[in-house]
């Protein structure tokens, strides 16, 4: 059974190399995606402080469909350039959003959002979705968090994709 330790780090790079540690201990040997992201989406939304959503949406269909999530019921779908999500997903890379009110089409599924980080998944050179993060604070996330959430995506993609071979 996974028991969370306290990560005491004194910059960003070190908190996500402890995160990392600990994600990788919760996910261990599992090997279902959907399992997985549950137990990420809730372990982030745990432990990262300042945060009101965390978690995944899933290709399906051409799109983005909503998947386990921590946080206020969600949009269920979301068009492939549309909003954050739906333009990380369509563009293959990283968004991140200092004030969400700012970005051309943002899709407002929580009012109380200020900030977003949205990571794309890609598996075998196919996006399979992503990783949202929303905070309630403007410029709440930064490069160091873009960094250490992608280390902690390419962890996640890592477990399922062992799955897949």
């Not at 990788?24 to 399992?35: V, W, Y």
């Not at 599924?109 to 598996?123: F, G, H, N, T, Y």
């Not at 196919?126 to 490069?143: E, N, T």
């Amino acid at each position: 059974m996974f028991q969370p330790a306290t990560i005491a780090a004194e910059t960003k790079p070190e908190f996500y190399r402890s995160l990392a540690n600990q994600v990788r201990a919760l996910l261990g040997d599992e090997r279902d995606p959907i399992a997985n992201a549950a137990n990420l989406s809730a372990y982030l939304f745990m432990t990262l402080p300042d945060v009101n959503w965390v978690g995944f949406y899933f290709m399906r269909d051409g799109g983005l469909v909503v998947g386990p999530f921590q946080g206020k019921p969600a949009c269920v779908r979301i068009a492939l350039g549309s909003g954050v999500c739906g333009t990380a997903a369509e563009r293959r890379e990283s968004i991140l959003v200092a004030d969400v009110h700012e970005f051309p089409g943002h899709i407002a599924c929580d009012a109380a959002s200020r900030s977003e980080l949205v990571i794309p998944l890609i598996r075998n050179d196919k996006i399979i979705g992503v990783l949202d993060l929303d905070s309630p604070s403007p410029a709440r996330f930064d490069r160091d968090d873009q960094a250490g959430l992608e280390q902690i995506a390419a962890i996640y993609l890592d477990t399922i994709q062992a799955a897949a071979t």
